[in-house]
């Protein structure tokens, strides 16, 4: 490979990875549909990747009239994992790790659809 195409290619990595650690702006990494489950919580769901610190802005919302729950779970720093509840929209910043945060989901009193966007 030239010298020329190897910097073109380190650049556009450098411009993507920069783009998704910087998106707790408004710029959408993902949706996703996900499932809150009546009174438990429903399955864990993966939401994109990450390689050092990373904000993400997660919004939801119910498909029907149940009131929904989230939980989110993310590295805070390299020796401490947590796991915080939320109502419709959470922003937080993951400490400088690679790792993929999980959320998960509860309907009260019943099941129902969730429409997920991660910023």
Not at 20 to 35: F, V
Not at 60 to 79: L, M, N, P, R
């Amino acid at each position: 490979m030239k010298k020329t195409a190897i910097t073109a290619v380190a650049m556009m990595t450098l411009v993507a990875a920069a783009a998704m650690s910087s998106a707790g702006g408004g710029t959408i990494k993902e949706r996703l549909n996900c499932y809150a489950g009546p009174s438990v919580w429903g399955p864990e769901t993966r939401v994109i990747a990450h390689l050092g610190a990373s904000t993400y802005t997660i919004d939801y919302e119910a498909v029907g009239s149940t009131v929904v729950i989230g939980q989110v779970t993310y590295w805070e720093t390299k020796d401490k994992q947590v796991t915080k509840e939320f109502n419709k929209s959470i922003t937080f910043r993951t400490a400088d790790v690679a790792a993929q945060p999980t959320i998960r989901f509860k309907g009260v009193p019943t099941g129902s659809a969730v429409k997920v966007t991660v910023k």
